[in-house]
């Protein structure tokens, strides 16, 4: 199983288009790595992928990393997509993905985020011919293949979980089943696993069962303290009004996963999140406590 990180960051990337915050003008001057919005590639084999989210920066994720080209004249080795909510940072690409020609791509995701895409004009088209777009399970049961030589139907084994969280803002910000999902990869021939959560508003008793199992997991790390925003001047929101459990404090992330095996890894990163230096006191804590901030290209092989 290969595991390869498109994307790093929160809605917008860092640098943001409208913000210069200290993270933003460091990623402009060079001084920092830039980080596109949030997403990872996973493939059984190598030859055939499936993008969990897909972000707006589709399109320069996918000329970054060749196994991803096209190799007709027109085609691609995506087969599909896997998304975690429905927020634009996680769907936005599917924009990009429509000049996809006669190619068909099988979606999954909770009915609740499939029934939001379906709204929008600009994702409706997936939802219809010759596309999927399948609902998974959420009772952590293992995702069944639509085709038969789909490869998580004999080497990968994936499966839904659904996770505390909300709706997107544009959809009342409200807690609703399958808000927001989880998934869990595990590749049959060597029983390696891989969790993806980029986004929760708690680490429930699934959750955690599911973090205590993997090999390498990649967490929420959108902020690393519940006033981030507000104590930077660029927001009035709160890390857990937004639907994400900081990274930091008593009862962060940070400390929950500490006990873990297996590499955590925090991605999905806000551009206000401090944790993008590494130099930062909030860098250091999370390396000190065992844990790790993706970035873009970052590859793991199961």
């Known amino acids: 199983m290969i595991v390869r990180v498109l994307g790093s960051a929160a809605g917008g990337g860092v640098p943001q288009w409208n913000c210069a915050c200290t993270n933003c003008n460091a990623a402009r001057a060079g001084a920092a790595p830039r980080r596109s919005q949030s997403s990872i590639a996973v493939s059984a084999d190598g030859d055939r992928?499936?993008?969990?989210?897909?972000?707006?920066?589709v399109a320069q994720q996918i000329e970054a990393y060749e196994p991803l080209l096209p190799r007709t004249a027109r085609g691609t080795p995506i087969a599909g997509a896997f998304f975690t909510d429905a927020n634009v940072d996680?769907?936005?690409?599917?924009?990009?993905?429509?000049?996809?020609?006669?190619?068909?791509?099988?979606?999954?995701s909770s009915a609740a985020v499939r029934a939001l895409a379906?709204?929008?004009?600009?994702?409706?088209?997936?939802?219809?011919?010759?596309?999927?777009?399948?609902?998974v399970p959420l009772d952590g049961g293992a995702v069944a293949p639509v085709d038969r030589d789909e490869p998580f139907?004999?080497?990968?084994?994936?499966?839904?979980?659904?996770?505390?969280?909300?709706l997107p803002g544009y959809a009342g910000r409200v807690a609703a089943p399958g808000a927001v999902v989880a998934y869990a990869f595990r590749d049959l021939r060597s029983?390696?696993?891989?969790?993806?959560?980029?986004?929760?508003?708690?680490?429930d008793d699934g959750l955690r069962a599911e973090l205590e199992r993997a090999d390498v997991v990649f967490l929420d790390g959108s902020f690393y303290r519940d006033d981030e925003l507000e104590?930077?001047?660029?927001?009035?929101?709160?890390?857990?009004?937004?639907?994400?459990?900081?990274?930091g404090g008593e009862g962060g992330s940070l400390k929950a996963a500490a006990a873990l095996g297996g590499r955590r890894i925090f991605t999905h990163l806000n551009n206000s999140n401090p944790m993008l230096d590494p130099a930062s006191p909030e860098a250091l804590a999370v390396a000190q406590a065992g844990g790790e901030v993706a970035y873009d290209g970052m590859e793991f092989h199961l």
């Open 49 to 57: 992928w499936y993008l969990v989210n897909a972000s707006p920066d």
């Open 90 to 108: 996680h769907l936005g690409g599917l924009a990009v993905l429509r000049q996809q020609g006669s190619h068909a791509f099988v979606l999954r």
């Open 118 to 135: 379906a709204e929008q004009v600009a994702f409706s088209a997936f939802a219809r011919g010759p596309h999927r777009w399948e609902s």
């Open 153 to 166: 139907g004999s080497t990968l084994e994936v499966r839904a979980l659904a996770v505390p969280g909300v």
């Open 191 to 203: 029983n390696a696993r891989a969790l993806f959560a980029p986004v929760f508003a708690a680490i």
């Open 231 to 247: 104590a930077l001047g660029l927001g009035d929101k709160r890390a857990t009004a937004l639907g994400h459990l900081p990274v």
